[in-house]
């Protein structure tokens, strides 16, 4: 075998051991329901039956119906329709705000775990002062400057206000690994300081990172659909939060007209579930215990055992044999 091939093959390997995180159930289910809500935001024009602005006078307030599957609203707009448009700008808020953030978090982080003495301290010192400033009504202060804010501007401040939290997680784990052995010898070998942290301390950071990242995501959204429903964010800006918000101000939660505000809902719900889907599988990975654990599930599941009745047998049996 050539070195060229050698090189590809040991490459392909530590790109797979850094993907590992995303192979279990948990992670790919997660995967799976962000990337139908992805190709939702980006397809949107294609997908929605309707324009999220088109008024219909004579299709107001109607339940959901072969033309208008979700409904229709006071102004006889569609409902589905907008609930797609939303997508976008929560996908786009959430995506964006997270790569701000952990940007930051990972310089930050990572130098402060790495060096020592003051520069440490003082970007440890940087990471605590924006844990305790308060996101939202800063933004708040923010969006009212604006008549109206666009996405990228949400994104950069919730982004701006996020990254404190990553920066001492990664902090901790990176003071951990600057005196592994791995470390120590690329440092007697002459090697750069972007080099020790991109090459030798990065790729041990991933699922971290990722775990990190996810939380970042999560933040934002919850974030932007509180900033749109409270009525922040204009209301010609479609998400999901905004929907909630023309549903509340006129009624619908009072008069139970369900197909209005639940689909917004519902949608937060599932993103939710799967970030949080996706973050337990990252967990597990993360977690030795865990993915031990995990691992005996699935092999025991595999041979047709149930780990619960197994639990229970053991249990009555021994119950049985300290009567006797």
């Known amino acids: 075998m050539s070195s060229t091939h ?3 093959r040991q490459r392909a390997t530590k790109l797979g051991a850094a993907f590992a995180m995303f192979r279990n159930a ?3 289910a997660g995967l799976s329901i962000l990337t139908l809500f992805v190709l939702v935001a980006i397809f949107a024009e294609q997908i929605a039956p309707f324009s999220p602005t088109q008024i219909n006078p004579r299709a107001r307030l109607q339940p959901p119906s072969a033309t208008h599957w979700l409904g229709t609203t006071h102004l006889g707009e569609d409902v589905l329709s907008q609930v797609i448009y939303g997508t976008r700008g929560v996908v786009v808020v959430g995506a964006l705000t997270a790569v701000i953030s952990m940007t930051i978090a990972i310089v930050v982080g990572v130098l402060a775990g790495y060096l020592s003495g003051w520069r440490s301290e003082g970007l440890s010192a940087l990471a605590n002062i924006f844990l305790v400033i308060p996101g939202i009504p800063l933004l708040i ?5 604006f008549t109206n804010p666009p996405l990228w501007l949400i994104a950069g401040v919730l982004g701006l206000l996020g990254w404190g939290w990553g920066a001492r997680v990664l902090r901790a784990q990176t003071m951990s690994l600057r005196n592994r052995d791995f470390v120590q010898a690329a440092k007697l070998n002459g090697e750069r300081l972007h080099r020790i942290i991109g090459v030798e301390m990065l790729p041990n950071l991933m699922a971290i990172i990722a775990s990190s990242f996810v939380g970042s995501v999560t933040a934002a959204i919850l974030g932007l659909t509180t900033l749109s429903y409270i009525g922040v964010i204009p209301v010609n800006a479609y998400n999901w939060g905004t929907i909630l918000n023309w549903a ?3 009624g619908a939660f009072v008069q139970n007209q369900w197909w209005w505000f639940l689909p917004p809902g519902l949608c937060i719900a599932a993103i939710g579930v799967a970030l949080a889907l996706l973050n337990f599988g990252i967990d597990e990975y ?3 215990r865990l993915r031990s654990a995990g691992e005996r599930a699935r092999a025991m599941k595999k041979k047709g055992l149930d780990v619960t009745n197994a639990v229970t047998v053991v249990r009555a049996h021994q119950t049985t044999t300290e009567k006797q």
């Open 26 to 28: 948990k992670s790919v």
């Open 141 to 145: 202060i923010i969006a009212s400057r």
């Open 248 to 250: 509340s101000a006129q």
């Open 286 to 288: 993360i977690n030795p």
């Open 6 to 8: 050698l090189i590809l």
